[in-house]
């Protein structure tokens, strides 16, 4: 015969501040877990939603994997527009950005100041850079720039300095903030866009970082990748846009693991926590224990309803964390070597809480009990 | 009746519009079976890459010998493409424990002026769509006797568009 379900619900009642304690520490272990599982899920959404599959980069194959390094003659966008038949071409406008990219010192009008990335673009850029979004003021002009959502998080300051109307300071040079873009959340939401030719007069460089194309539906990125090998002179290299961040994923692959080794450092700290939440709890309840047992309730029924006092303590603290979480923590900017993100408390993550809350309310409820069920009820009933 | 018409012809316009072929630059590998363009037997007068990046002309019928290499990567993906790089330059030796070395990465200055483009083409003349490594076999450092077209450009660069192909067994 089974403990009632009230027995349990009325017993977490019958002591207000060891259940009011229990429940901020579980609360405060899941806000954890929450806050690491959000940092994962940023970094990686960014770096998913960061890229189009019809989108090839082309640059310098000296540098590597680093796009910010690449240096590549003004005229291989034209003459990539030129040689390629699979880039899109509509109404005679060939889909190829020329795009400057660089990391630079950049100031604001309170002097505050931060290490920006700041991208020399086009009127062809948008053509290629499908989901970027000008969600307020207008495309800049000369010596302007728009800011992208996360850029004030790039650089460290508040987003009062990276209001429309507000200047900039970098490369030696002031800069009008003249609109705002977004970008589903992809990784030029932290950067600066202003004019190519603007930002090559300031930085003093006549070359350009990287040609981006946007590829004819249904063609192959290979036709790049034979240009790029056929013109050895260019010495270029060519890389799907999607293929790109995925390597990124990759290089990023130690901090993700650490996130999710953090996670399992938290949860087991939360644990142990609950454990000795719970030991103390059951520690008090001896005699009631040994009660229960000599009025004939089996050892399994009193176990299954102490583990249900956990499972409810638990789940009442996942569900304020999952709260605090999505209120406070969801959408924070933070910052990181290849622009900034925002932490993601999303289905998954809040999935994963619930069931980091839930295991703590079984796993901490079951050794005291356990353990109190262990001893012999005589002596138990004669216990202080 | 007319207006019924007009829609027909109008959606017949936008399907038509808008059921645009995929670019087509390479054949399928299916069409042109990678035996069928290795060749039995070493052909002659093959020369080697820097000699023929001196003397060879646009639309010469050219054999050129080389080893593939020149790059981390001297494999086009999606294309039966690669690079070769003349035989007299030096790359590094086994024992200095180098992962790639077709890479030449201690002789990238040198590889510059003795390195062509092959792109393996059917008979049609359009270059195949599939690795070269599964289409013929080869990979970094094979050595390779290419017989195609060659295309040169104002910049010097070579490419062959090659029909057949001997690789040097064991090399």
């Known amino acids: 015969m089974l403990l009632p379900w009230e027995y349990g619900v009325r017993n977490l009642a019958r002591r207000p501040l060891r259940t009011a304690l229990t429940l901020t520490a579980l609360s405060t272990v899941v806000v954890l877990v929450l806050v690491v599982v959000g940092f994962i899920r940023g970094l990686e959404q960014t770096l998913k939603t960061s890229g189009d599959t019809s989108v090839v980069l082309v640059y310098s194959v000296s540098s590597k994997e680093n796009i910010e390094n690449s240096a590549i003659e003004t005229r291989v966008p034209s003459l990539l527009g030129a040689s390629i038949q699979s880039v899109f071409n509509r109404f005679d406008v060939v889909h190829v950005s020329p795009e400057l990219y660089q990391g630079t010192r950049v100031e604001s009008e309170s002097n505050e100041s931060g290490f920006g990335l700041v991208r020399g673009v086009t009127f062809r850029t948008p053509?290629?850079?499908?989901?970027?979004?000008?969600?307020?003021?207008?495309w800049p002009d000369d010596g302007e720039v728009m800011v992208g959502r996360l850029a004030a998080a790039k650089l460290g300051i508040s987003d009062r300095q990276i209001a429309i109307g507000r200047t900039l300071r970098f490369e030696g040079q002031e800069w009008t903030i003249r609109g705002q873009f977004a970008a589903d959340g992809a990784a030029y939401e932290s950067e600066i866009w202003c004019h190519l030719a603007d930002l090559q007069t300031a930085a003093k460089r006549q070359d350009i970082s990287m040609a981006a194309l946007l590829l004819a539906p249904g063609a192959s990125p290979a036709e790049v990748a034979l240009f790029c090998k056929e013109r050895t002179d260019l010495e270029l290299r060519s890389i799907r846009e999607t293929e790109y961040y995925e390597r990124l994923q990759k290089h990023y692959r130690p901090i993700r693991l650490l996130g999710w080794t953090i996670v399992m450092l938290v949860s087991a700290a939360g644990v142990f926590a609950g454990l000795n939440m719970m030991y103390s709890a059951v520690a008090g309840r001896v005699r009631e224990i040994a009660t229960l047992q000599a009025i004939g309730y089996r050892r399994r029924a009193i176990l299954l309803s102490l583990i249900q006092e956990g499972v409810l303590l638990a789940s009442a603290a996942s569900l304020i964390a999952s709260l605090v979480a999505l209120v406070w923590i969801h959408g924070t900017a933070v910052r990181f070597t290849m622009g900034a993100f925002t932490l993601r408390i999303d289905s998954v993550a809040i999935?994963?809480?619930?069931?980091?809350?839930?295991l703590l309310g079984i796993l901490g409820a079951m050794p005291p009990a356990l353990r109190a069920l262990r001893s012999p009820v005589a002596v138990s009933l004669k216990a202080n | 009746m007319k207006i019924d018409l007009f829609i027909v012809l109008a959606a017949l316009g936008i399907l038509v519009g808008c059921s645009g072929s995929p670019t087509e630059t390479a054949s399928s590998p299916s069409a042109s079976s990678g035996k069928a363009l290795l060749l039995a037997s070493e052909p002659d007068g093959a020369i080697p890459v820097g000699e023929a990046r001196q003397t060879v002309q646009s639309d010469q019928e050219v054999t050129l010998v080389g080893l593939v290499g020149g790059s981390t990567e001297p494999f086009v993906d999606g294309i039966a493409a690669f690079t070769i790089v003349d035989e007299s330059v030096p790359y590094c030796s086994p024992d200095e424990g180098c992962p790639t070395p077709w890479d030449y990465c201690?002789?990238?200055?040198?590889?510059?002026?003795?390195?062509a483009t092959i792109k393996i083409v059917d008979e049609a003349g359009s270059p195949i769509a599939s690795n070269a490594r599964d289409l013929i076999g080869v990979e970094g450092l094979s050595k390779v006797v290419v017989q195609g077209r060659a295309t040169r450009d104002d910049a010097g660069?070579?490419?062959?568009?090659?029909?057949?192909?001997?690789i040097r067994p064991g090399e």
Not at chain 1, 127 to 136: F, K, M, N, Q, S
Not at chain 2, 106 to 115: A, G, L, R, S, Y
Not at chain 2, 157 to 166: E, R
């Open chain 1, 351 to 358: 999935l994963i809480g619930g069931c980091v809350g839930t």
């Open chain 2, 106 to 115: 201690c002789k990238q200055n040198q590889v510059q002026d003795n390195i």
């Open chain 1, 127 to 138: 053509l290629v850079r499908r989901g970027v979004r000008l969600v307020a003021g207008t």
């Open chain 2, 157 to 166: 660069n070579l490419s062959v568009a090659a029909t057949k192909i001997f």
